[in-house]
C-alpha cells in the first residue's frame, strides 16, 4: 500500500504551491498537428509581410521568421531551448527593422502572433513560474531593441503603441494559458489522488481479508486437525483389543495431521502480516460452546462448561470473540496437556463479560504424552488481537498446581436476550 502511494505521488511535483502533475506530459498527436499547421500558415504569412512592411531583407527575414514559427513547435518538446531561440529572433527581427516606417514595432504582427502562441504552449505544458519568466524575458528583449535603435528611441511615438499592444496582448495569452494549465493540472491531481485512494483502499482490503482468511483458518481447520492428531495417539489407549496393525495405523493418521499442522503454520504466516487488522465476521455464538466441549470429550478430554444466562444478552459480536477464545484455549489443551481435563466458565457483568478456561496438569502416558505438540504462536495473539478490537483484555499463564489458565474480559454491547437459559455442563 504504502509503496503504491508512493509511486503514484513521486509523479508529481510542486511549484509556488499549485500542483504540476501535467508538466511533461506527453503530447497528444492532434495537439501536435494543430500547433504544426498553425506555425506553417504564419510562416507563409510572416516572411512577405516582413519583408514588405517591414523592409528586412530576404537572408535576414526567412531564417528569422522560420525560428520564430518553428520554436513554438519546438516548445512543445524542448521549452527553453524553444524559447531563447525565439527570442534572439525577436531581437534579430527587430533590430533589422528599425528603418520601418509607422507599422508597429519592436515587434510586427506576425511575431507578435508568434510570441503569443509560444507563451501560450509554455503556460498551458509549463510552471506558471517558467511561463512568466519567459513573458519577462521577452518584454525585456524588446525593451533592448530599442535601446540598441538610437533614432526610434527619441522618437517615443514610434515604439509606444507597438509595446503597448505586446504587454497587453501577451499578458492576456499568458493569463489565459496559465489558468487553463493549472485548472488541468489541479484536476489531474485530484484524480491521481483519488486514484491513490483506490489503491490504498483496494490494498488495504486486501491485507485486511488475509488476516481473516489466516485467522479462520487457524480457528477451523488447525483446531480440527489437533482434535484429529490428538484422538488419533490416544485411540490406543482408549480402544481395547485394537491390532498392530491398527495402533500402526492411528500412529501415522497423528504423523499426517502433525505434518498438515506444520504446513498450516507456514501458510498462516505467509498469510498475515505483524500490522494486519482482524475483520470480525458473527459466526458462532456463546451457545455453541456446549457442542465445541461434546467434540472435544469425544476426543477424550473432559471439559465442564459453565454460562451465565445474561451471556446471551451480549451482541453477536461480543459472542463470537467469546466462542473464538474458548476454541482456543481448549485447543491448547488438546495440543499441549494431553489427558487433561479442563473448565469453562462464563460470568457476565454490567459492562464485561469474563472468560476463564483452565486445565489441570497434563496426565496422559505412553507416545501421546511424548509425540510433538504445535509450537503455534498465532493462537494466542490471534485470541488477543480480536479482545483488544473490541476493547478487551487477555491474561493467560500457569496455575500452581501445573495446569494452565486463561481469562478474557470481553466488553458487552446489549441486546434483547434471544439465547437459552443458563448453561450447565
Known amino acids: 500500500m504504502r509503496a503504491r502511494a508512493v509511486?503514484?505521488?513521486?509523479?508529481?511535483?510542486?511549484?509556488?504551491?499549485?500542483?504540476?502533475?501535467?508538466?511533461?506530459?506527453?503530447?497528444?498527436?492532434?495537439?501536435?498537428?494543430?500547433?504544426?499547421?498553425?506555425?506553417?500558415?504564419?510562416?507563409?504569412?510572416?516572411?512577405?509581410?516582413?519583408?514588405?512592411?517591414?523592409?528586412?531583407?530576404?537572408?535576414?527575414?526567412?531564417?528569422?521568421?522560420?525560428?520564430?514559427?518553428?520554436?513554438?513547435?519546438?516548445?512543445?518538446?524542448?521549452?527553453?531551448?524553444?524559447?531563447?531561440?525565439?527570442?534572439?529572433?525577436?531581437?534579430?527581427?527587430?533590430?533589422?527593422?528599425?528603418?520601418?516606417?509607422?507599422?508597429?514595432?519592436?515587434?510586427?504582427?506576425?511575431?507578435?502572433?508568434?510570441?503569443?502562441?509560444?507563451?501560450?504552449?509554455?503556460?498551458?505544458?509549463?510552471?506558471?513560474?517558467?511561463?512568466?519568466?519567459?513573458?519577462?524575458?521577452?518584454?525585456?528583449?524588446?525593451?533592448?531593441?530599442?535601446?540598441?535603435?538610437?533614432?526610434?528611441?527619441?522618437?517615443?511615438?514610434?515604439?509606444?503603441?507597438?509595446?503597448?499592444?505586446?504587454?497587453?496582448?501577451?499578458?492576456?495569452?499568458?493569463?489565459?494559458?496559465?489558468?487553463?494549465?493549472?485548472?488541468?493540472?489541479?484536476?489531474?491531481?485530484?484524480?491521481?489522488?483519488?486514484?491513490?485512494?483506490?489503491?490504498?483502499?483496494?490494498?488495504?482490503?486486501?491485507?485486511?481479508?488475509?488476516?481473516?482468511?489466516?485467522?479462520?483458518?487457524?480457528?477451523?481447520?488447525?483446531?480440527?486437525?489437533?482434535?484429529?492428531?490428538?484422538?488419533?495417539?490416544?485411540?490406543?489407549?482408549?480402544?481395547?483389543?485394537?491390532?498392530?496393525?491398527?495402533?500402526?495405523?492411528?500412529?501415522?493418521?497423528?504423523?499426517?495431521?502433525?505434518?498438515?499442522l506444520g504446513e498450516m503454520r507456514q501458510l498462516l504466516g505467509a498469510l498475515r502480516p505483524d500490522d494486519a487488522t482482524a475483520e470480525l465476521a458473527p459466526q458462532p455464538q456463546v451457545a455453541d460452546v456446549a457442542g465445541l466441549a461434546e467434540l472435544l470429550e469425544r476426543a477424550g478430554t473432559t471439559v465442564g462448561v459453565h454460562v451465565d444466562a445474561g451471556i446471551h444478552a451480549a451482541s453477536p459480536v461480543a459472542q463470537l470473540t467469546m466462542y473464538r477464545v474458548v476454541q482456543e484455549a481448549l485447543s491448547n489443551v488438546v495440543r499441549h496437556a494431553p489427558g487433561a481435563s479442563a473448565r469453562v466458565t462464563l460470568t457476565s457483568g454490567p459492562d464485561h463479560a469474563l472468560v476463564v478456561v483452565e486445565n489441570t496438569t497434563a496426565r496422559l502416558a505412553g507416545p501421546a504424552a511424548k509425540a510433538p505438540v504445535d509450537p503455534g504462536g498465532q493462537g494466542l495473539r490471534g485470541m488477543r488481537e480480536r479482545v483488544e478490537l473490541l476493547g478487551g483484555s487477555v491474561t493467560y499463564g500457569p496455575t500452581p498446581d501445573g495446569g494452565f489458565v486463561v481469562e478474557a474480559r470481553i466488553p458487552v454491547v446489549a441486546v434483547a436476550p434471544t439465547g437459552p437459559g443458563m448453561i450447565e455442563r
Open 7 to 260: 509511486l503514484a505521488a513521486s509523479a508529481r511535483g510542486r511549484d509556488g504551491g499549485i500542483t504540476q502533475s501535467i508538466e511533461r506530459a506527453p503530447v497528444a498527436k492532434r495537439v501536435w498537428v494543430v500547433v504544426t499547421v498553425f506555425c506553417v500558415a504564419l510562416f507563409w504569412v510572416s516572411v512577405p509581410v516582413t519583408m514588405a512592411l517591414y523592409d528586412v531583407a530576404l537572408p535576414i527575414a526567412f531564417p528569422a521568421v522560420t525560428v520564430q514559427c518553428a520554436t513554438v513547435v519546438l516548445a512543445l518538446r524542448f521549452p527553453t531551448t524553444a524559447t531563447g531561440l525565439h527570442l534572439l529572433a525577436v531581437v534579430v527581427v527587430g533590430l533589422a527593422s528599425q528603418d520601418a516606417g509607422a507599422e508597429p514595432w519592436p515587434l510586427s504582427v506576425p511575431g507578435l502572433l508568434a510570441l503569443g502562441a509560444l507563451l501560450a504552449v509554455l503556460g498551458v505544458r509549463e510552471r506558471w513560474g517558467m511561463a512568466l519568466a519567459a513573458w519577462w524575458t521577452s518584454i525585456f528583449s524588446l525593451v533592448v531593441v530599442i535601446a540598441a535603435s538610437p533614432d526610434k528611441l527619441r522618437d517615443s511615438e514610434s515604439w509606444s503603441l507597438g509595446m503597448t499592444l505586446t504587454f497587453s496582448y501577451t499578458l492576456l495569452v499568458l493569463a489565459a494559458a496559465v489558468f487553463f494549465g493549472q485548472r488541468r493540472a489541479i484536476r489531474a491531481d485530484l484524480l491521481a489522488a483519488r486514484r491513490d485512494w483506490e489503491l490504498e483502499q483496494a490494498q488495504r482490503r486486501y491485507v485486511e481479508e488475509r488476516a481473516r482468511l489466516a485467522r479462520d483458518l487457524h480457528d477451523v481447520v488447525a483446531h480440527s486437525m489437533s482434535i484429529v492428531h490428538m484422538q488419533a495417539l490416544s485411540a490406543p489407549f482408549r480402544l481395547e483389543g485394537l491390532s498392530e496393525e491398527a495402533t500402526q495405523e492411528f500412529t501415522e493418521i497423528a504423523r499426517s495431521a502433525r505434518s498438515a
